[in-house]
């Protein structure tokens, strides 16, 4: 059974900084690309970060561009999204996903595996 488990969320003041990680078992997702999406109260689900299998390549929403840093460690099968300068507009809940392929995209729907989420809020 494959599962993927975020961790690190949490609360922090504007300009802070936390570090999600997400930890895959079940299979081996070094070949396979992931990524990192948040949905806040009332809205849809929305891209944050993705990384593909292999490269890697990165793509990063525009809202976050030069402050969060999506990586992976092959060797421990996890992800990892670094995240500096929070700002309010960040807070959200934050998932990981995987992909059956090393692809990666932007779209939650081409997405396979999902984590539960872990909650990220960001005081003013």
């Known amino acids: 059974q494959v599962q993927l488990v975020e961790s690190g969320g949490g609360l922090v003041q504007a300009g802070g900084s936390l570090r999600l990680s997400c930890a895959a078992s079940g299979r081996t997702f070094s070949g396979n690309a992931m990524g990192w999406f948040r949905q806040a109260p009332g809205k849809e689900r929305e891209f944050v970060a993705v990384?593909?299998?292999?490269?890697?390549?990165?793509y990063y929403a525009d809202s976050v561009k030069g402050r969060f840093t999506i990586s992976r460690d092959y060797a421990k099968n996890t992800v990892y999204l670094e995240m500096d300068s929070l700002k309010p507009e960040d807070t959200a809940v934050y998932y990981c996903?995987?992909?059956?392929?090393?692809?990666?995209?932007?779209?939650?729907?081409?997405?396979?595996?999902w984590g539960q989420g872990t909650q990220v809020t960001v005081s003013s």
């Open positions: 996903a995987g992909r059956r392929t090393v692809t990666a995209r932007r779209a939650p729907n081409e997405y396979d595996y």
């Open positions: 990384i593909s299998g292999s490269g890697p390549t990165t």
